[in-house]
């Protein structure tokens, strides 16, 4: 009972990285398989209710989305009638592919242009037709085999002992050729592994290397913040990551807490860098020392929204004295004309005191918690 519940949510999960709302059905109408917001990187289609003129030919290139993240240009051919959703038959080396119409007429053009392609090129692949039945037949069967595909080739590259791990396998539509992607440290020599995957699943084999990014947005999963993976859902493009945003936005350089499920920095650690780059702007610098007649005082952190920033003397490091941005500045300026104010607490809001401990061994102590037991020198009668 568990194992069929669990391959038909398997089914479900490989037919909605490929942008279909069900199971697609050759003996039925398949306009409704295609839903918008029930897959990975859905477009909207912003332009739909634009009339274009007259003279305007209409755009003869549409966008194609096979499974996740994948999606390619093709041309139509002459006399096709193609709308968002579709499934169509597509050029592909060898043979054919199947996917669906993600985006046509003016979005298509501007996301071509987006991505630097040009539309006049010949490189551009054809689209064929539409999906005839026996191509909707074939093509399910060819999905229906991907997870059993990925366990088995897996245990062929174990068996080889290649240090590297097959992430994810795409089926060509006409059941004849299967990407596999994989992730390895350094290079792999897999020239007996095509061998051995040609020979157990009688089909063209193509290896792709991706990343660690990649293979998170790939296999998905649920972030820190409780939310599915911004790459597994909406990411199309990885920037690069760096501490730098960390440590603009104060956090604590906890790799525990930074790092998201691909072992790397969190790609939501640069939404808002920008933001806090610029309100950085009106704060000193954090390595200036405030000059007091009590004494030096360093900084210790700030806190970008209410604009505070927190301070301690050099003389105790423990006591956090908060001041506002506005009082810094002030006493900066003073500074700066070589006047010192008698302390920091005649402009602190609040002053933060940290509490000493002591011996911190004593914390890690087993037997903290345990109550000691008085001693009972009471004679206890036993009875028989």
Same mark, same amino acid.
């Given at each position: 009972?568990?194992? #069929? ?22 003996? #039925? ?6 839903? &918008? ?42 006399? $096709? ?14 043979? &054919? ?5 993600? $985006? ?22 054809? $689209?064929?037709? &539409? ?22 080739? /897996? ?15 795409? +089926? ?9 992607? +994989?992730?390895?440290?350094? /290079? ?15 089909? /063209? ?8 990014? *990649?293979?998170?947005?790939? $296999? ?28 603009? *936005? ?10 998201g499920q691909c072992s790397k920095l969190k790609c939501c650690l640069n939404y808002e860098y920008d933001t806090y780059v610029e309100a950085l702007k009106e704060f000193p610098d954090q ?11 360093? &900084?210790?952190?700030s806190d970008v929204f209410n604009k505070q920033l927190w301070y301690a003397y050099v003389s105790n490091p423990n006591n956090f004295i908060a001041l506002s941005l506005d009082k810094v ?56």
């Amino acid at each position: 009972m568990i194992d #069929d519940i669990l391959n038909i949510k398997n089914e479900e999960h490989q037919f909605l990285s490929r942008g279909c709302g069900c199971k697609p059905d050759a003996n #039925d109408e398949i306009n409704h398989v295609f839903k &918008h917001r029930c897959c990975k990187l859905d477009e909207f289609d912003w332009m739909k209710d634009v009339t274009l003129p007259s003279s305007v030919p209409v755009f003869n290139c549409v966008e194609v989305r096979f499974k996740n993240s994948r999606k390619e240009f093709f041309r139509i051919t002459d006399g $096709l009638d193609i709308k968002v959703g579709d499934i169509v038959a597509v050029e592909s080396s060898p043979g &054919h592919d199947i996917g669906i119409v993600s $985006l046509v007429g003016e979005t298509a053009r501007l996301q071509m242009k987006r991505k630097k392609i040009d539309a006049n090129s010949t490189e551009i692949k054809k $689209l064929y037709r &539409h999906a005839r039945a026996y191509d909707i037949d074939k093509w399910v069967q060819a999905v229906e085999k991907e997870p059993k595909t990925i366990i088995k080739s /897996r245990q062929i590259a174990g068996d080889l002992k290649l240090e590297m791990k097959v992430n994810d396998v795409e +089926y060509q539509g006409d059941n004849t050729k299967a990407i596999f992607y +994989y992730t390895a440290e350094e /290079r792999v020599d897999f020239r007996e592994l095509i061998k051995k995957l040609a020979e157990a699943f009688k089909i /063209r084999i193509e290896m792709k290397q991706i990343g660690v990014r *990649q293979e998170a947005a790939r $296999l998905g999963g649920i972030g820190s913040c409780g939310r599915e993976l911004c790459c597994a859902t909406w990411m199309s493009s990885f920037k690069s990551v760096t501490t730098i945003a960390a440590k603009a *936005q104060q956090l604590s350089l906890n790799p525990q807490k930074l790092a998201g499920q691909c072992s790397k920095l969190k790609c939501c650690l640069n939404y808002e860098y920008d933001t806090y780059v610029e309100a950085l702007k009106e704060f000193p610098d954090q390595d200036l020392v405030l000059k007091t007649l009590k004494g030096d005082a360093i &900084h210790q952190k700030s806190d970008v929204f209410n604009k505070q920033l927190w301070y301690a003397y050099v003389s105790n490091p423990n006591n956090f004295i908060a001041l506002s941005l506005d009082k810094v500045k002030h006493i900066i300026s003073l500074n700066e004309k070589n006047k010192k104010p008698q302390n920091l607490e005649d402009f602190a809001e609040f002053i933060e005191e940290k509490n000493d401990f002591g011996d911190i061994m004593e914390l890690d102590d087993l037997n903290r918690f345990d109550k000691k037991r008085k001693p009972n020198n009471k004679s206890r009668k036993k009875s028989f």
